[in-house]
Structure formats: C-alpha cells, structure tokens
C-alpha cells in the first residue's frame, strides 16, 4: 500500500518542494526494498513467505500474498529501480507544471506492478498495471502521438488482460482455486484436462501482449513516446517483465507439455530475430533500445519455454541484467 499512499501526498509535496520532492517521494520504494531484503535469507534457503484473509468468500477470493524467490527478485527490481527513477524523474522533469501529477501517476504504476508479482491472486493488479501505464504514456497529452501511442498501448494490453481473465476463469473451473500458491499443486489436473489447450493459449494471449511479442510487438516502440523515465521504467525495467513473470509462474501447471515447449520458443524465438532486425534498420536511439528490448523479452520467453531448470535460471539471470543496463 505505501505506493498508493505516496501517490496520494505527490501532487501536495511537489506544490510545497517543487522537483526536490523526488528526494523524499523515493524513501517510499527505498524502503520497500530494504524491507524486503530483509526476507532474502529465509527465501534463498528455500523458505516461502504466505499470508492474508479473506476477500469475497462466497468466490473462494483472498486478498493474500506471496513471496518466493520469483517474486522477491521482481520486487527487489521494481522497487530498487522505481527509487533511482523518481529520483531521475525530479531532475529530468524539473519545471514542468504537471510534475507532481508525474510523481503520483509513477508511484500508482509501481504499487501496482508490486501487487502482481506478490499478490496471491494478482488479476485486479495487472489491470491496475495498464491502466496507469496508460496515464504515463500519455502524460504528455497535447501531444497526438502521445494520446496515439497511449490508447494503442491500453487496447492492446487491455485486449490480453480480457484473455487472460478467460483463461484463469477456465483454470479456476478446472482445479477449483483461485490462488497461486495452491494452483501449483494441481498441475497435473490441469495438463490432463481437456480444456487445457483453452486454457493455455489465453493465458498466452495475456502475456504475449503484455512482453511486446511478435506480431503483438508493435506497441512498445510506439510507446517510447512517453517521457523517458516512463521508457526506463515501464519498457525495460518492470511492466513489459509482466509476461514473462506470469509463463514464470505458470510454469509449473502449464509447462512440460509438447504445445508449451513448442508455442514459446517458436514465438519468443521469432521475437528475438524480428526486434533484432527491426532494431538494425533504427536511426532513433530510443526505437533502437525499444526494438532490442523487444528482442530481449523474446529470448526470455524462448527461454522460459524450454522449461529446463537451467534455461529458467538463465532466464531470470538475463532478465536482471537487461533490467540493469537497459534501464
């Protein structure tokens, strides 16, 4: 919750300190992860961290978190990026009149990329995700390309997020839990179903709509319209990592078929060679690092698609090194 509360306090604290409000919006993610590097210990030693009550019984829907190594690795970046971007954002965006409009749109955005890779059931946060992804793309809305690239992003991430509620609705009527941390132990449920297939490819639809792949990549150089701490943070760094942290997690109920290990490879493979090819023909620096982020997101779904144990550890090593150098 203390994105959303710094979100709320943004607009009034930048009013007061004008671009030096960066400096205290930030002890909000800072403080995020050191406290939550506070659990790396228990969690490297193979511990798992779960809790929370529930939310609407009558659905078997729990607001619950929880924390594994997966997870830990993306809040550690969400949150330890997201401080080094407010404080680039205080500096980049100084002077402008909607800065603190700026602070508050970033903080909802990092509260809820937080909400999807810790919650226990995180559909409401990955919407929450692309409708303030939405906001910051378009933060400059006088612009048309802005406005453009803004609704262009939100249709199709948007479209994706309405496939994936289909397929976590098919997957909660196979198995009966709406919870990851129980999920993962109906795998074999779910591979023997007979809407498994159903299952899969919307499930698929959301993440490759989310992780920009191919033909559905066309929406992220676009959205480099967007000032540049939104491109290092959102296009790099953490929400176009949605998708792949989702075939992460899914991993082990929906992988190890012959349709998993052939849909991602083939589609995160041909992602790779087009964001590459594409990336070549760019004269503009920003399309250029849009275009090989595109083809970095491609290897980590060929990755997470071989399933191996070393190709997944591969894939989350890449996966915090591009979040470091491209962001």
Do not use: C
């Amino acid at each position: 919750m203390l994105p959303f509360l710094a979100a709320l306090i943004a607009p009034w604290l930048t009013r007061r300190l004008g671009h030096n409000a960066a400096w205290l919006l930030a002890l909000a993610p800072l403080a995020i992860f050191i406290h939550f590097l506070g659990f790396s210990t228990e969690i490297a030693d193979g511990g798992i961290v779960t809790g929370g009550f529930q939310w609407v019984p009558s659905f078997n829907v729990s607001f619950s978190w929880l924390i594994d190594g997966l997870s830990l690795t993306f809040v550690l970046l969400i949150s330890g990026i997201g401080a080094l971007i407010m404080l680039y954002s205080g500096g980049y965006l100084k002077g402008n009149a909607q800065l603190g409009r700026f602070f508050s749109f970033m903080l909802m955005f990092m509260g809820s990329m937080l909400g999807v890779v810790i919650s226990d059931s995180f559909f409401v946060y990955w919407e929450l995700a692309a409708i303030t992804s939405f906001l910051l793309i378009g933060f400059d809305h006088t612009r048309e390309a802005s406005r453009r690239a803004a609704i262009q992003a939100l249709v199709v991430t948007g479209g994706g997020g309405l496939a994936l509620l289909a397929g976590l609705l098919v997957i909660w009527n196979i198995t009966g839990v709406s919870q990851i941390s129980l999920l993962l132990n109906y795998g074999d449920e779910l591979r023997g179903s007979p809407f498994y297939l159903l299952a899969l490819f919307l499930v698929l639809g959301g993440a490759f709509s989310k992780s920009a792949q191919f033909p559905l990549h066309f929406w992220l150089p676009n959205a480099m319209e967007a000032p540049t701490p939104v491109s290092a943070y959102l296009h790099s760094a953490t929400m176009v990592k949605a998708g792949v942290y989702l075939l992460m997690r899914l991993n082990p109920v929906l992988g190890d078929t012959v349709w998993w290990e052939t849909i991602l490879p083939v589609f995160g493979g041909t992602t790779l060679i087009v964001g590459t090819l594409l990336a070549i023909r760019q004269t503009d620096l920003k399309l250029m690092l849009a275009y090989t982020t595109v083809s970095s997101l491609g290897l980590l779904v060929m990755l997470t698609g071989f399933g191996s144990e070393h190709a997944i550890a591969a894939a989350v090593l890449y996966l915090v090194a591009h979040s470091l150098f491209k962001g």
